[in-house]
């Protein structure tokens, strides 16, 4: 009889999930009735069976033989058989940088010492005029791709998509990747580092994967998704799943060593397995975006080194960049702030250096030797990865691409920062509070960015900086290719104008591959770029085969035609608007390659034929419409996910972290957050809600027997505390927070009164103000029963988890109800447990 229940139960199980039905005997037939029927037919043998068709065919491609019989028949494992690639294939290496201009590097005549990235100069070809879209999340797609940027719904980073064919933050199905076509013709193909293409609702563990490295052509991936994080306490993800670092900064973390164990750990993986496979590694460090951290040693190799100032490391890097020939002879500086002021962005101005104060000029010293300690660091990592292709005989026969994404950055404002997330929230920083943090700077209580002033010069010789598509200040960038088996020039210069969307083009003709009409069922778009492949044997000044190049980047237009190019006078993050009404500039870039000189006067036919190829790339390229919106507004929309919009969420401990871009979103309102604990230990203690990080962030937890809340603004001190002024005594119990927002400040922040509470008393309150944007762009998510990564508040070190009880779940809302109605709806539920 037992057995008979279980039978139906199991039937009924899978009639739910399966569809069918199963004859359980409960309808008059035993299974010794049932078992008598199947019995009597075995054995019955057809007088005329069927016969199979000779030979047919199954699977396009199979040339084998098919009959009935196995014996009788032939196997074809040509069409079951993946793709080799050629005998003799290179490997491919892309090394790609954030954030750097120009003038920066040593091989470019700069100032910071990159031995790695000589050598490889040494060994190959340097190139004075290769461009990028001015922002990392469209140039990166456009090295992956082949396609310009807005064509891969990357108009800017994926955390600013406002839902237009061109801003959609995803990768379209018809821009198949390098990695896929690779991957398909027989190379083995890893992602390391940095990954800033896929949207920012899909960051966490519960949603789509479509958009991830394993889903794009790539095998393993290790790095980060997003478009930055902190270097000492990263927020990794290991393929398709979030880790945490295997070891902290006491220990000698740092992201550029780890990120370079794990690709020579890849690579050792694959030869031990696989050696007759060449391979594909995407190599992005993640430097040098702020935060600019580095070990001590590295930042004292520069002391003293930045102290001239950027005005005269501006002129003293331009003579060398032409006694190298990076620039011809002839070329001009630009000025330091070449926007008119009605039109030009506050944030981005550059304050000169005889202006400055002496504790200004120590500070912003300072900054710069960070920011080159970690270039040169990173650099000095790279280096093991490259002694070990040279140690294992892979070297000579690997292609490889040593390059940078954008210009230097001027998130850092005018006055440098400690916290560049206050540029995100629109905060200013002061130098006050800049100066108290001098002496850590680089090290993990900071989250540092040099000032403007920094990124012009290591910029030189042209305008602006990152984010400006319309001067080659953000568009100019290093590249070094370097192929000893397939290069035979050595040390020299390519003066060739290219761009990254003419990488894919080149790695699919070196490898004899072309980019697939249709793949995988959709049509494809067509490359937009060209290949480089005959510059390796080129002369330094033969002609270029680029024809056109249009850009775009918030706001701000340009395009280069056959040695010409368009300039619009404008500039990102303003609001300004009135596009129609911007003025054009004209440079002849063949002869200023600073763009310094305005032709438009002189050639105003030139200027309306080549404003009117810019609307024509426009148009087949989906960049319409323009958007100079600020960073706070881009950064502040909502954009639909996999669920829809809640005033109330429930989170449960010791679950991965909960991404910003899809957790419960306080910004400018008011909240509450309860949570259901069990004391069961006097001196409980621990985490129990975090979000965010010493940087900018909120945290409820227990200490010294009493419950504290702590909202750190922005990380300037001294932090928002409330403390409990009752111990938490053991048993069941609701705490919580309410912050009630009252009004709006200076810059966005809100301001109001929070109070904190244990059940249905109020413990502490008192005023607080909160972020206008979000706590970080570098992933800290939210926690539950722990604190990832860097820890919110000083009262504590991370993960800082949860003991002496047990957290039930933690509600936030930001839901229009009374705290003491979810007080008493929190310890109703409370009870049931």
Not at 316 to 324: I, P, S
Not at 555 to 575: I, M, N
Not at 659 to 684: C, G, K, Q
Request: with cysteine; net charge negative; aromatic share 12%.
């Amino acid at each position: 009889m037992r057995f008979k229940l279980a039978l139906a139960v199991m039937s009924g199980v899978l009639a739910l999930f399966l569809g069918i039905s199963f004859d359980t005997g409960a309808q008059g037939t035993s299974p010794a009735d049932s078992a008598a029927t199947t019995s009597s037919s075995v054995g019955t043998v057809l007088a005329n069976p069927p016969q199979p068709r000779p030979n047919p065919q199954y699977v396009p491609g199979f040339h084998g033989v098919i009959n009935l019989d196995v014996r009788n028949s032939k196997s074809d494992w040509t069409p079951f058989t993946p793709q080799k690639a050629p005998q003799g294939a290179p490997n491919f290496l892309f090394i790609l940088y954030d954030d750097t201009g120009l003038a920066a590097w040593s091989p470019y005549g700069g100032r910071i010492n990159m031995p790695t990235l000589d050598r490889l100069a040494a060994n190959g070809l340097t190139y004075t005029q290769w461009h990028t879209p001015a922002l990392c999340s469209p140039s990166r797609s456009t090295i992956l791709t082949g396609r310009n940027h807005h064509l891969n719904g990357m108009a800017s980073i994926t955390e600013s998509a406002s839902g237009f064919p061109g801003s959609t933050g995803r990768l379209p199905e018809q821009s198949a990747t390098i990695g896929q076509i690779l991957q398909d013709a027989g190379w083995s193909t890893f992602w390391v580092g940095k990954n800033h293409n896929v949207a920012e609702q899909d960051v966490a563990s519960g949603a789509t994967r479509k958009q991830w490295p394993l889903q794009k052509g790539f095998d393993r991936y290790y790095g980060f998704i997003g478009g930055e994080t902190n270097q000492w306490y990263p927020d990794l993800v290991e393929d398709n799943r979030f880790v945490d670092q295997s070891y902290g900064p006491e220990q000698g973390y740092h992201l550029s060593k780890d990120l370079v164990d794990h690709a020579i750990e890849m690579l050792r993986d694959q030869k031990a397995t696989n050696p007759s496979r060449p391979w594909f590694m995407w190599f992005n460090p993640g430097a040098n975006h702020a935060p600019h951290q580095a070990p001590q040693e590295y930042i004292d190799k520069y002391k003293g080194k930045f102290d001239d100032g950027y005005e005269a490391y501006r002129s003293w890097v331009l003579q060398r960049m032409v006694a190298r020939g990076i620039l011809p002879k002839g070329t001009q500086l630009t000025p330091l702030n070449p926007l008119p002021k009605d039109i030009a962005n506050p944030l981005d101005n550059v304050r000169p250096w005889d202006t400055l104060s002496p504790d200004e000029k120590k500070l912003f010293s300072r900054l710069a030797e960070v920011y080159a300690g970690f270039s040169e660091y990173t650099d000095a990592q790279i280096g093991r990865l490259i002694d070990y292709l040279q140690q294992t005989g892979q070297l000579d026969n690997t292609v490889i691409f040593y390059a940078a994404d954008n210009g230097a950055s001027g998130e850092g404002g005018p006055n440098g920062s400690v916290n560049e997330n206050k540029f995100f929230n629109g905060f200013p920083d002061t130098i006050a509070e800049n100066m108290s943090h001098i002496g850590e700077l680089g090290g993990p209580n900071t989250y540092e960015h040099y000032p403007t002033g920094w990124a012009v010069a290591f910029s030189t010789p042209f305008q602006m900086f990152k984010r400006y598509s319309q001067f080659a200040g953000g568009t100019a960038d290093p590249l070094v290719i370097s192929w000893p088996k397939g290069i035979k020039a050595r040390g020299e210069i390519r003066n060739q104008y290219h761009h990254s969307t003419d990488i894919v083009p080149t790695i699919l003709e070196i490898a004899g591959l072309e980019m697939p009409k249709m793949y995988r069922g959709v049509e494809q778009y067509p490359l937009s770029g060209v290949s480089m492949r005959y510059t390796f044997d080129s002369k330094p000044n033969d002609p270029t085969r680029k024809r056109r190049q249009y850009y775009e980047m918030l706001g701000t237009r340009g395009l280069w035609e056959d040695g010409w190019k368009v300039a619009s006078v404008h500039a990102p993050l303003t609001g300004r608007g009135k596009f129609d009404q911007d003025a054009w500039e004209l440079y002849h870039v063949d002869v200023d390659r600073a763009e310094s000189k305005d032709l438009s006067k002189q050639y105003p036919d030139k200027l309306r034929a080549l404003v009117q190829a810019w609307f024509d790339e426009a148009d087949k390229n989906h960049v319409l419409p323009l958007d100079d919106r600020s960073a706070l507004e881009l950064l502040g929309l909502e954009r639909p996910s996999d669920e829809p919009p809640h005033e109330r969420y429930i989170y449960y401990p010791d679950t991965a972290p909960v991404p910003e871009a899809v957790a419960v979103n306080i910004r400018n309102r008011s909240y509450r957050i309860l949570a259901n604990v069990d004391i069961t230990d006097a001196d409980a203690s621990g985490v129990v809600f975090a979000h965010g990080s010493r940087f900018g962030g909120h945290t409820l937890f227990l200490k010294e027997r009493k419950v504290h809340y702590v909202y750190n603004f922005l990380g300037i001190k001294p932090e928002q505390e409330f403390v409990s002024k009752t111990d938490l005594k053991p048993g069941k119990h609701t705490i919580g927070v309410e912050f009630t927002r009252e009004k709006a400040g200076e810059h966005g922040e809100s301001i109001g009164t929070t109070k904190l509470y244990i059940d249905d008393q109020v413990v502490a309150q008192g005023p607080m103000r909160t972020q206008p944007g979000k706590f970080t762009l570098s992933g800290d998510g939210l926690c539950v029963g722990y604190d990832s990564g860097d820890a919110v508040s000083q009262a504590y070190a991370s993960p800082a988890k949860f003991k002496g009880g047990k957290i039930f779940g933690v509600g936030v809302t930001v839901e229009k109800a009374q705290y003491e109605d979810l007080n008493k709806e929190a310890q109703r539920m409370l009870m049931k447990e």
